[in-house]
């Protein structure tokens, strides 16, 4: 069957179809799980407190698989002022609501892991390079 | 028949759900091979994100003759005593192993950016994409008498933690109560802006709770305090009073190494503890390479790739970068974070996300358990090219027990997200 044997309704679908195609891979390639490279290193900047991929290892919240609505409206609340913080409300400030509500679907789908733990301590040992 | 408005959307959506699933889970793998150059805080992140986002694909050599990682956050308190510096030492092979990173213990010598080779001691590598994290160097052509080895263990500067902190630790302790410690800071940029205040407040809380009647003298070679400068004011004037006594404008210009005497350019002091930061630069590597490009000291980066303004594909992270960014071991990680994305983007032969946005948090502790905070986001301002904090950063109220607690989180929390 060719294109011109089709009637107009499925044509214009298709080329509709096709324009979408031609935007999608001319965006940058989005990783895995739909998430934009934008959104993986502002999502990883949260790690120095919360974790790789928000498995915190203690001391702060979990925030891998926590729920998009309750991410949101923590943030929201942190803005706001309307939940006090110490240092939450720099951050929740200096994000857009877009960036927020991205963050939120992206720590949303982020696996749990129960077994993440610091590097174990080690005994200073001087070698070579040591200044 | 026309295609109305509903129609439209309506095979809007069918498209999108559609396309948008198999277009966003086969991205083309991306391959390469990328040699680090460090294994500090910006190397060792860069390293593993690069193998976590291009899941394998990107070959990653880390160069790094430390068989040991020490963080330089937290080793204030090793000098007041509530850590012990092997609280803060880790070793890389979880790091190696999780991420399948190569790993040569070695020192790079020399690049060639034209064949993309680095010539290590023994042997060399070559590369696709290099990335150059050398940390700090000390400028000791101002203060020749502190370069040698044997000069610095009798005046240390304990601004690269390991041996250095331990040192100027035992020196501490073996300190008379009633004598004087004198701490130098440089003049800015410098690694941890924060940092030297820290020390200050963390050597006052161990005199004032063992040798009341000793002194910290803060020969500051700046105007004034460089950071959460309202903050230290009121902790060395309320905790610290009659121990810590702050000196602005006093940038030593003479050291006697023998009897620890310091000169700046008004005061001569006897020191019976003397501890010199010296004024810094870009690491030594960077500057042989001649990436060194501001001031002869710092490298001029593409923020957007991290990619050096002098010589092509090889990246410059961490301390090392121009003073645009603090030199912090959290915005460190940020800029591995966008450097590692921008290569993955690379050599997948993608445009490199255009407006990066990350954020940096920094505490400093002021005793043993209290601590404050300064935080920021930083965001790309297209027309200046450089990261810019965003509205609503700042610095804690006040120091808090509370921020002690999520220092310390955050300390455990980033020492696992770069090494684990």
């Known amino acids: 069957m060719s294109f011109n044997s089709l009637n107009q309704k499925t044509r214009k679908c298709l080329l509709v179809f096709a324009g979408f195609f031609m935007i999608f891979s001319h965006l940058p390639a989005l990783a895995e799980g739909g998430v934009s490279p934008h959104i993986k290193v502002l999502s990883a900047s949260c790690a120095a407190c919360h974790g790789t991929e928000g498995n915190s290892v203690g001391g702060t919240s979990v925030l891998a698989g926590l729920d998009r609505a309750h991410f949101v409206a923590q943030m929201v609340a942190f803005r706001t002022g309307e939940r006090s913080s110490t240092v939450m409300h720099r951050h929740a400030n200096g994000l857009t609501i877009q960036e927020i509500n991205d963050l939120a679907d992206y720590f949303a789908t982020q696996a749990r892991q129960v077994n993440t733990l610091p590097p174990p301590a080690q005994k200073l040992v001087k070698s070579h390079g040591d200044e | 028949m026309a295609m109305n408005r509903r129609d439209f959307l309506k095979s809007t959506a069918a498209s999108v759900a559609l396309f948008s699933i198999p277009l966003v889970s086969k991205a083309a793998p991306v391959h390469g091979r990328v040699v680090v150059i460090g294994g500090g805080y910006a190397g060792a992140t860069a390293a593993k994100y690069l193998r976590m986002w291009s899941q394998g694909g990107i070959q990653v050599t880390v160069v790094e003759p430390r068989s040991q990682f020490v963080s330089c956050p937290l080793s204030n308190l090793v000098l007041g005593g509530s850590k012990r510096i092997d609280d803060l030492t880790f070793g890389y092979d979880m790091l190696k192993s999780h991420h399948g990173i190569e790993w040569v213990d070695d020192e790079v010598v020399a690049i060639d950016a034209e064949a993309k080779r680095v010539q290590l001691i023994e042997g060399e590598l070559s590369y696709d994409r290099l990335i150059v994290a050398p940390g700090i160097d000390f400028m000791y052509e101002q203060l020749p008498m502190l370069a040698s080895p044997e000069a610095q263990l009798v005046v240390p500067h304990a601004w690269k933690a390991g041996a250095q902190t331990l040192n100027l630790r035992r ?86 190494v023998s009897t620890k005497t310091v000169k700046t350019e008004f005061e001569t002091l006897k020191a019976d503890v003397l501890n010199i930061i010296p004024p810094q630069r870009a690491g030594k590597l960077a500057q042989s390479a001649g990436m060194a490009n501001v001031d002869k000291r710092w490298c001029e980066v593409d923020f957007l790739t991290y990619e050096s303004k002098v010589l092509p594909n090889v990246h410059v992270i961490g ?86 607690s999520y220092a310390q989180a955050w300390a455990k929390n980033i020492w696992s997200d770069v090494l684990t």
Not at chain 2, 188 to 204: D, H, K, N, T
Request: glycine letters at 6%.
């Open chain 2, 171 to 256: 020196r501490l302790e073996a300190m008379p109560n009633g004598g004087v410690f004198v701490m130098s800071i440089p003049k800015g940029p410098y690694r941890c802006p924060p940092g030297p205040y820290e020390r200050a407040c963390q050597v006052a809380f161990y005199l004032k709770n063992n040798k009341p009647r000793s002194k910290v003298i803060v020969l500051d070679a700046n105007p004034e305090i460089t950071s959460k400068k309202g903050l230290f004011t009121k902790v060395f004037a309320e905790n610290y009073a009659g121990i810590i006594d702050y000196r602005p404008n006093s940038t030593v210009v003479d050291v006697d």
């Open chain 2, 319 to 404: 301390d090392s970068v121009s003073a645009a960014l603090p030199k912090s071991a959290h915005m460190a990680t940020s800029q591995a974070r966008v450097c590692a994305n921008a290569i993955v983007a690379l050599l997948g032969s993608q445009a490199p996300d255009p407006a990066p946005v990350f954020a940096n948090t920094c505490y400093s502790f002021v005793s043993d358990k209290m601590a404050m905070h300064v935080a920021n986001v930083y965001r790309y301002d297209s027309a200046k090219k450089v990261m810019v904090p965003a509205e609503g950063g700042g610095v804690s109220d006040k120091p808090s027990e509370l921020e002690g």
